[in-house]
Nanobody, 122 residues
Framework: QVQLVESGGGLVQTGGSLRLSCAAS????????MGWFRQAPGKEREFVSA????????DYADSVKGRFTISRHNAKNTVYLQMNSLKPEDTAVYYC???????????????WGQGTQVTVSS
């Protein structure tokens, strides 16, 4: 099993930046493919980005492509989401998730963090 703890959320103005971190406990972090999802009030949770365990493959939702960057540091058991040029519509609770098995960026994820709030003011 793996436990995930997100951090780095907060309040930022339009056009600003934030970097989210997700620290994972447990063994073999590099064997997990990691994803970021978000859920805005009154909306369903949506995929944001994902990265494979070996860091070779990444995927982004169209809405964040070119503005967000996912990365991971396997030796530190941490995955990051660098968010630039933030917009009010990026406001949501952001969740980190881990998937075991084969890489499928938008497939089922098996472990989830508690989430961190990101608020972008206009």
């Amino acid at each position: 099993q793996v436990q995930l703890v997100e951090s780095g959320g907060g309040l930022v103005q339009t056009g600003g930046s934030l970097r989210l971190s997700c620290a994972a406990s447990g063994r073999a972090f590099s064997s997990y493919h990691m994803g970021w999802f978000r859920q805005a009030p009154g909306k369903e949770r949506e995929f944001v980005s994902a990265i494979s365990g070996n860091t070779i493959n990444t995927d982004y939702a169209d809405s964040v492509k070119g503005r967000f960057t996912i990365s991971r540091h396997n030796a530190k058991n941490t995955v990051y989401l660098q968010m630039n040029s933030l917009k009010p519509e990026d406001t949501a609770v952001y969740y980190c998730a881990a998937r075991s098995g084969f890489y499928w960026s938008r497939g089922e994820y098996h472990y989830w963090g508690q989430g961190t709030q990101v608020t972008v003011s206009s």
